[in-house]
């Protein structure tokens, strides 16, 4: 079976420079600006394998952002930004079940004094923490392990 020939990368002059600027920006991340520098190299011509080298990455990795670019080349800057382009795709699984509104009330209640809950401690402990949620009716139901957590990621 033949191996498939790398997908084509040509860039528009917006396109390059916006990568090229978006690599020396300070405030993007460092997975961001090595997916743009593969692209940028497969624009100038450089094979997988030279890319695979010059970056140490997989050659996984340089086919799935050389094809995925070529993908979504048709899409306007103006409808999907590059950095946007640049992003991982959608993780399978679940979809979350405690939503963002649920977890600023969950940080929330930890930051308050355990006493203002009638709860007879200096300081809440995971158990403690998830009967208050679900006593206060932010979640029906919530895992002490699940609760420390979600407060253990801030």
Partial sequence: MPI????????????????????????V???IALRARIVLAAAEGLKNKEIV??????????????????????IAL???????RLQD??????PAKITANQRCQ?????CEKPENSERPISEWSAREIADEVIKREI????????????????
């Fill in 89 to 94: 795709a959608p993780r399978p699984g679940a």
């Fill in 29 to 31: 991340g460092q997975q």
């Fill in 78 to 84: 103006n409808d999907l930004s590059l950095e946007d």
């Fill in 53 to 74: 080298a010059k970056y140490a990455v997989t050659a996984d990795t340089v086919r799935l952002w050389r094809n995925r670019w070529v993908k979504l080349q048709d």
């Fill in 4 to 27: 498939p020939r790398a997908q084509i990368v040509k860039l528009s002059e917006a396109e390059r420079e916006g990568l090229e600027k978006l690599i020396k920006r300070h405030q």
């Fill in 106 to 110: 969950i940080e929330a209640l930890a």
């Fill in 139 to 154: 979640v029906t139901e919530i895992s002490p392990r699940h609760a420390a957590r979600l407060l253990k990621r801030r």
